[in-house]
């Protein structure tokens, strides 16, 4: 994709949805990085439901550590691999109380050696709660990206490197909500709804998706 067609994209984009924001509910950076634990292999709306259930109870490392795995169990059981994901959430917990006294750190390394902590969770937190221009490559900014041809890439790790120097400068903190929200409810994996899109004209993928045509009542 050419820089002016680079630049149009997230123009539109940003048009479009000026203030983007997670969808995973969260008021605190241990809530969010909490739920960015759990959503993997899952959906937002089942983290939220999920922790609607858990914050009111325990919403700190302190409070969710004493619950221990078999206690955090009960209110995560609806999320795919809970019980390993209630493992690294005690173990996480255990460690920011030890090494960071109950705070979430600010910096990568950090953050990477938290238990259940990669790479996309770290950029996410780094991004969303400390302002920093990190790109979080989940399967919808995977696919978006390669679609698109803004950056083809066939690992996650190549397309964030490509995704770093292809984003403009100016979007680059609002470009991982930007790609995640359009992956998520426009250009969708199985059936992308071109026919809506608001960078269609810029993106090379064929063959386009046309509107569905509205079903008219049987004539009686």
């Known amino acids: 994709m050419k820089p002016a067609d680079r ?4 123009a539109r984009l940003k048009a479009s949805n000026p203030e983007p924001r997670s969808e995973l509910s969260y008021d605190s950076p241990f809530e969010l990085l909490v739920a960015v634990i759990l959503s993997a292999q899952a ?11 858990l914050y009111p109870i325990a919403n700190t490392p302190a409070t969710v550590l004493a619950l221990g795995s078999g206690g955090l169990e009960p209110y995560i059981r ?10 690294n959430v005690i173990a996480m917990c255990a460690q920011l109380i030890e090494r960071h006294g109950g705070e979430v750190p600010n910096d990568r390394a950090s953050l990477e050696a938290l238990p259940g902590v990669g790479r996309k969770t770290a950029n996410v937190v780094l991004n969303v709660i400390f302002g920093e221009h990190t790109l979080a490559v989940d399967t919808h900014v995977f696919r978006v990206s390669n679609r698109t ?11 964030e490197g490509k995704l770093m120097k292809a984003v403009p400068a100016s979007f680059l903190f609002g470009a991982h909500h930007w790609l ?8 969708k994996a199985r059936v992308p709804e071109c026919w809506r899109c608001v960078v269609a004209d810029l993106c090379p993928y064929r063959p386009k ?11 009686a």
């Open 7 to 10: 630049e149009a994209f997230f």
């Open 149 to 159: 041809g803004l950056a083809r890439g066939k690992t996650v790790e190549i397309v």
């Open 209 to 219: 998706t046309p509107a569905p045509v509205e079903r008219t009542a049987r004539a």
């Open 78 to 87: 609806t999320i795919g691999l809970y019980r390993t994901k209630a493992r």
């Open 43 to 53: 959906t937002d709306l089942s983290v939220n439901k999920a922790m609607a259930k």
């Open 180 to 187: 995640i929200l359009h992956g998520r409810h426009v250009c």
